[in-house]
């Protein structure tokens, strides 16, 4: 298996610049959890999804970011407008129900915004 | 809220034996984990420990106490390529997979 997928993997865009973050989980999961990880405030996450549905999102910051799972193979993160302080690495990330306390991890996206 | 503590740094020596700990408060419990971290790379991971007691994993080793609400992580045998993060997280609720991560231990091996 390829595992977790992320794309792009860097990302510079300008503040105010519409910025769409997409992930491919590994096949069979179940479930699917975007995080943001920063120095100051470490890894926290924004919103997972369950079969395809979102479960929770208290951790999405603002209105100015959204999250989709169309379908079992497919996951965006979008920020509409983008700020300067959105700037992290954002890590998708999934898992099995079978076997849920295992979270796996992609190789990240890291966001600057200017 | 929620609540874990680690500490920030930490450094050891290669083939010695290092303890990170994990204290934790938190609405409730549902397990307990430890990812590793290396630098610029995803966390992977490495122990779940739900039961008090000691899981051991090769060279990794993870207890829990529910009623301290601590937790730690012992290395043994220790490689230049465990230097690394090591982030301690909650599960607080049953039912809700949100896993609330501690800012994580860097960890330096020295030669």
């Known amino acids: 298996d390829a595992g977790v997928i992320q794309s792009p993997r860097h990302e510079v865009t300008e503040m105010g610049q519409e910025v769409t973050l997409r992930c491919k989980p590994i096949?069979?999961?179940?479930?699917l959890f975007w995080y943001r990880q920063t120095m100051m405030r470490g890894l926290e996450l924004l919103i997972y999804?369950?079969?395809?549905?979102?479960?929770?999102d208290s951790g999405m910051p603002e209105d100015r970011f959204s999250a989709k799972m169309p379908n079992a193979s497919f996951s965006t993160l979008k920020i509409q407008p983008s700020e300067p302080r959105d700037s992290a690495v954002y890590f998708c990330?999934?898992?099995?129900?079978?076997?849920?306390?295992?979270?796996?991890f992609g190789p990240g996206t890291r966001l600057t915004v200017l | 809220g929620q609540n874990i503590d680690q500490p920030t740094e930490m450094t050891a020596t290669e083939g010695a034996i290092v303890q990170i700990n994990c204290t934790y408060q938190?609405?409730?419990?549902?397990?307990l984990f430890w990812y590793q971290q290396h630098a610029g790379e995803a966390p992977t991971f490495l122990s779940y420990?739900?039961?008090?007691g000691l899981e051991e994993k090769g060279r990794f080793s993870s207890f829990l106490s529910r009623s301290k609400g601590y937790s730690y992580l012992l290395l043994k045998e220790l490689q230049m390529k465990d230097s690394a993060s090591y982030l301690c997280?909650?599960?607080?609720?049953?039912?809700?997979?949100?896993?609330?991560f501690g800012t994580g231990t860097r960890l330096t091996i020295i030669p």
């Open positions: 990330a999934t898992a099995s129900q079978g076997t849920y306390n295992e979270q796996f």
């Open positions: 096949s069979g999961h179940d479930y």
């Open positions: 999804f369950n079969n395809n549905v979102p479960i929770d």
């Open positions: 938190t609405s409730g419990f549902n397990g």
């Open positions: 420990n739900v039961l008090d």
């Open positions: 997280a909650v599960l607080p609720n049953f039912g809700n997979e949100k896993l609330t």
